[in-house]
């Protein structure tokens, strides 16, 4: 059906569905022609499947870049912190044993 859709516009060259929890309710399609793909994206956004508005977008790869980019320093952000804070605990520890054996 999406094949249908979106051939009216063009050759496809891919068409992909999102088969993942969290690709679920995407497609990525790959037309052979970018003005094709300029037409498909005018017509179809917003356009109703199946009582669902489409939402067509150009693919940006720089911007996926960056959000790999940011996820990956709060990950290692995350991992200071928590090291920060286990060296914090373990200082108080020490400190409170020195305490009782004063």
């Known amino acids: 059906e999406l094949y ?4 009216r516009y063009g050759a496809i060259r891919q068409l992909r569905k999102g088969v ?5 309710g995407t497609a990525f399609v790959i037309y052979e022609d970018i003005y094709e793909a300029k037409a498909a994206l005018e017509a179809l956004s917003g356009f109703n ?6 939402v067509v977008l150009y693919h940006q790869k ?8 940011l996820e990956r320093e709060r990950a290692k ?19 409170k044993k020195r305490k009782t054996i004063q």
Request: charged letters at 50%.
């Open 4 to 7: 249908d859709l979106f051939g």
């Open 77 to 95: 952000a995350q991992i200071l912190k928590e090291q920060a804070l286990k060296k914090q605990k373990e200082d108080q520890l020490k400190k």
């Open 62 to 69: 720089d911007k996926l870049q960056k959000k790999k980019d």
């Open 49 to 54: 499947v199946k009582g669902r508005y489409l």
């Open 20 to 24: 993942t929890q969290e690709t679920k």
